[in-house]
């Protein structure tokens, strides 16, 4: 949850936990990306942090309006060249018309509703250019079962919070990027319990005429 740090800016503690692991992964799985969306930036931490060390990629942030202005303000504390002005973005609503080849969340699909959740991944297709890939961080259960205890307690805290969220079944998220034409690649453990889940788009490779994960 934000709050407010001592330059006046919009502040979530997490971000700073959380984001080098991140963006070690992310060196690697968006190496040979160019144009990214950050659905759900936030308060704009994880964006000002990783645009100036991701410096081949556009790092486009997102989110609801009310968020836009702490966004704002981050990236111009924080400026980057390759880093441009967040867009207003609910999943539930009309998406932008861009084109990305990666999509990047973090701490999100357990804070929106499951309705939000459905929502995110059907609107990815209206976005995604082929062969792209999302990146999810966050916690997830495995066969319905939670992978730690803090996490249980987690999500109790959760859902007294708002009874609409909550950790999700990576097989319920497994059905919803299948739907939307992707495939789960990577489930890359990281610290606190939690995961970097990807899924990319599958394209056909015309010489085995077998699906072919990118």
């Known amino acids: 949850m934000a709050e407010t740090g001592n330059a006046g800016l919009p ?3 997490s971000c700073a936990r959380n984001r080098a692991p991140i ?13 990214v969306l950050e659905i759900g930036s936030g308060t704009g931490q994880h964006a000002v942090y990783f645009a100036p060390r991701l410096p ?5 942030t997102s989110d609801l309006n009310e ?14 060249p390759n880093l441009v002005a967040p867009l207003l973005l609910d999943v539930t609503g009309k998406w ?17 509703g499951w309705d939000c959740v459905e929502a995110f991944f059907h609107g990815l297709p209206g976005v995604l250019a082929p062969r792209a890939c999302l990146a999810v961080y966050g916690p997830v259960r ?4 939670y992978t730690s205890a803090s996490n249980a307690e987690f999500d109790e805290w959760l859902k007294a919070r708002d009874p609409r ?6 097989e319920a998220l497994d059905a919803l990027a299948s739907a ?3 495939q789960r690649t990577e489930m890359i453990a990281m610290p606190a319990n939690n995961y970097l889940l990807v899924w990319c788009k599958e394209t056909t490779n015309k010489e085995s005429g077998k699906w072919k994960k990118r």
């Open 96 to 112: 932008p018309a861009i084109s990305v080849d990666a999509v990047f969340t973090a701490n999100s699909l357990h804070i929106m």
């Open 23 to 35: 963006l070690l992964e992310l060196q690697r799985l968006f190496a040979d990306r160019r144009n």
């Open 56 to 60: 081949h990629l556009r790092w486009q």
């Open 165 to 170: 969220s909550g950790i999700r079944d990576l």
């Open 67 to 80: 968020n836009l202005p702490g966004i704002r303000a981050w990236l111009a504390a924080q400026p980057a």
């Open 180 to 182: 939307a034409g992707l």
């Open 142 to 145: 495995l066969g319905g079962e």
């Open 11 to 13: 502040d979530s503690p």
